[in-house]
Every structure is written in structure tokens, then in C-alpha cells.
């Protein structure tokens, strides 16, 4: 059974800097084709992507409103995959969810409805 957890959210100030985790477990990020993206939403917001990683297929997106902030990466030793943001505004506040499908290219459009897998979400809040 695939599960994601989140963790890492909190309050920050405006220009400041977090780092979010996703655990996996059900599958091995090094050794499944699965593609895992960071999703974001706000109140009265639909679910926006953000970032997709995909270890067997060698690929990584990013959404034209992080690109340049925001950076995916992962520690295979820990099957766990983060999400550094850098220079957040009050924009950037939201739930952020990570999410999981299998055989999932990371070379195209990053849409929630793409995953079959979700974490519970992180609230991050930016202060101006």
C-alpha cells in the first residue's frame, strides 16, 4: 500500500526559507517508475502543481510561478522527497500535498488529477 506523509510546514517571513519532506513508503523511489509532485492549495483555490520528480525515468518539472524558487530533490536512502522554497511571498501560502502515480511522466503537464496517491498535506503560512 503506497502512503505519503508531509511534513516541514510552518510559519515563515516573507523572503524566508523552508524545506518540505514527503516519506514514501509502498514503493522505492529508486527502483519504481513512479512520479511523486508537490501540489499546493489555497482557500477557494483548486490544487496546483508544482514540481514533479521522477527517479527511474530521470525527469524533474516545474511550474512556470516556482521555477527558480522552488527545488525538488530527493535521499533515496530515505525514500523521501523534499521541496526547497526559497524567497517565499504571502502567495506561496497554502496546504501543500505531495502526490504519487505509478509509470507517471514528469515531462508534461503536472495536474492533481494525474495521482492516484495523497498525503494528508503541511500547512505552510508566509507573513508579509
Known amino acids: 500500500e503506497v502512503q505519503l506523509a508531509e511534513s516541514g510546514g510552518g510559519l515563515v517571513q516573507a523572503g524566508g526559507s523552508l524545506r518540505l519532506s514527503c516519506a514514501v513508503s509502498?514503493?522505492?523511489?529508486?527502483?519504481?517508475?513512479?512520479?511523486v509532485g508537490w501540489f499546493r492549495q489555497a482557500p477557494g483555490k483548486e490544487r496546483e502543481g508544482l514540481a514533479c520528480f521522477n527517479n527511474i525515468e530521470g525527469s524533474t518539472s516545474y511550474t512556470d510561478s516556482v521555477k527558480g524558487r522552488f527545488t525538488i530533490s530527493s535521499d533515496n536512502a530515505k525514500n523521501t522527497v523534499y521541496l526547497h522554497m526559497n524567497n517565499l511571498n504571502p502567495e506561496d501560502t497554502a496546504i501543500y500535498y505531495c502526490?504519487?502515480?505509478?509509470?507517471?511522466?514528469?515531462?508534461?503537464?503536472?495536474?492533481?488529477?494525474?495521482?492516484?496517491?495523497w498525503g494528508k498535506g503541511t500547512p505552510v503560512t508566509v507573513s508579509a
Open positions: 509502498g514503493f522505492t523511489l529508486d527502483e519504481n517508475d513512479y512520479g
Open positions: 502526490g504519487a502515480r505509478g509509470y507517471y511522466s514528469c515531462r508534461g503537464y503536472l495536474h492533481y488529477r494525474g495521482m492516484d496517491y
